[in-house]
């Protein structure tokens, strides 16, 4: 309690408590190093570098020419939400009614709305970890405990059964994972998940979200839903969207699928803070859908070659251990060989410390892994050119030769 006004700080606990996301933070300094003239690489982003698909723009400069200006349906277009449903039968073999779908301004914002609507303060949210750096701090809003919990490398980064059975206690309301797994590339196939899921199936009052956002960026085999086993559906919420698959991240949709209940809240939550996406890329990404997946694949397999060479590049630089990502766009190797090495006056204590020193030597960004839940790693994204990739790692090694 305050006494006066003039004790009163200006900002609210909740946003000095929260953490700025790494990854936006270190493209931030990335472009500020550039704006000043140094000739950086960025493997910082998780951000395709290829175009929106020309199908999809044209569908947007159609949306503006029929008038498509006004305030959309909070909840999205319903010819938007039944490409939704189309998508989720047609790739995934899942059952849903438009009324189970929410659209929103990027995936962020639908596991924002997910999150909120389920956590209540001080119950636990089991984030399989390394995790992507919002879940952590979307929980904290909503004033819920992150209960981390951690794959090794050895298991390509993929918690067990297991592991999940230990972790889960009477406070547990949410699990929540990426697969394909921004930052460490894993993907869980059927049988993983299905192992999860009889764990959570002995525990009715945990829910899931289920992140698929890179579904599309797949290197292996086919993708795999935990929505998929009918005796946990309703527990879980499924998001995706149309920033990594579509190339499509400047446009802001994504969506969820979930229980009618809780699409339900999501839309009311979105109700009073953002009000349905923007129409023009509404307009877009149902064409997109309707379109196919095409053009996404013919991306992934730009990704998985540029993945074998970032992967062939690593293995000549000593100390990195790495597993093999099997989908997204990102190698997050193991770096704490280099810790206690110096350079001149400085000591490499950490990987933020190792990010800045290659920040700084090399002129390449990359995203320290403390904000992933691995301060032992850093995440590089390989969504860039194979030139500059080769540039990079070729700069990465010759900065850390000069180690001691
Ligand atoms: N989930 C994961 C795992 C991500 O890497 C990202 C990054 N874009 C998102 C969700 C959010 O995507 P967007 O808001 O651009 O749809
Ligand atoms: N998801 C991307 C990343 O991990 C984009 C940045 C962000 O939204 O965090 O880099």
Redesign the pocket.
């Known amino acids: 309690m305050y006494e006066t006004n003039e004790k009163r700080p200006v900002l609210s606990d909740r946003i000095t408590a929260l953490a700025e996301s790494q990854?936006i933070a270190m493209a931030k300094k990335a472009r500020e190093l550039t704006a000043q003239g140094y000739d950086m690489i960025n493997l910082s982003f998780?951000?395709p570098d290829f175009q929106t698909p020309q199908y999809i723009k044209d569908a947007a400069k159609k949306a503006i020419d029929d008038g498509f200006t006004f305030y959309t349906p909070v909840p999205g277009y319903p010819e938007l939400r039944q490409a939704i449903v189309d998508k989720f039968k047609r790739d995934n073999n899942l059952d849903y009614k438009p009324e189970n779908i929410v659209v929103s301004?990027?995936?962020?914002?639908?596991?924002a709305n997910a999150v909120m609507c389920l956590v209540n303060p001080g119950d636990e949210v089991i984030i399989v970890s390394p995790y992507?750096v919002?879940y952590e701090e979307i929980v904290k809003l909503a004033e819920g405990v992150p209960v981390p919990v951690q794959g090794s490398l050895e298991n390509d980064y993929k918690i067990t059964a297991d592991q999940l059975e230990n972790a889960i206690t009477s406070n547990t309301k949410l699990v929540m994972y990426?697969s394909p797994?921004?930052p460490t590339g894993a993907v869980f196939n059927e049988e993983e998940l299905l192992a999860i899921a009889r764990v959570l199936q002995k525990h009715p009052q945990v829910y899931v979200i289920a992140?698929e956002?890179?579904e599309y960026i797949n290197f292996e085999g086919q993708h795999a839903s935990l929505a998929a086993f009918d005796f946990i559906k309703d527990r879980v919420i499924t998001?995706n969207?149309?920033?990594?698959g579509y190339a499509m991240?400047g446009w802001?949709?994504?969506y969820l699928a979930a229980h009618k209940d809780i699409a339900a809240a999501c839309d009311k939550m979105q109700s009073q803070i953002t009000s349905g996406t923007c129409s023009i890329a509404q307009k877009a990404a149902t064409a997109a859908l309707q379109g196919g997946k095409e053009s996404a694949l013919e991306m992934t397999e730009a990704y998985r070659r540029r993945r074998d060479l970032v992967l062939a590049l690593m293995a000549e630089i000593p100390g990195f251990k790495t597993s093999v990502p099997d989908g997204?766009f990102y190698v997050f190797p193991d770096v704490s060989y280099y810790f206690g090495k110096r350079y001149d006056d400085k000591v490499i204590n950490s990987a933020d410390d190792l990010s800045m020193y290659l920040l700084t030597d090399a002129h390449v960004a990359l995203v320290s892994g403390e904000a992933f839940g691995a301060p032992q790693s850093i995440r590089f994204s390989y969504a860039i050119t194979d030139e500059k990739l080769e540039e990079a790692l070729h700069r990465i090694k010759s900065s850390l030769a000069k180690l001691q």
Not at 105 to 111: D, V
Not at 241 to 244: R, T
């Open positions: 990854t998780g951000e301004t990027g995936a962020k914002q639908s596991i992507w919002s990426s797994c921004n992140d956002i890179y998001v969207g149309f920033s990594k991240t802001r949709v994504g997204a």
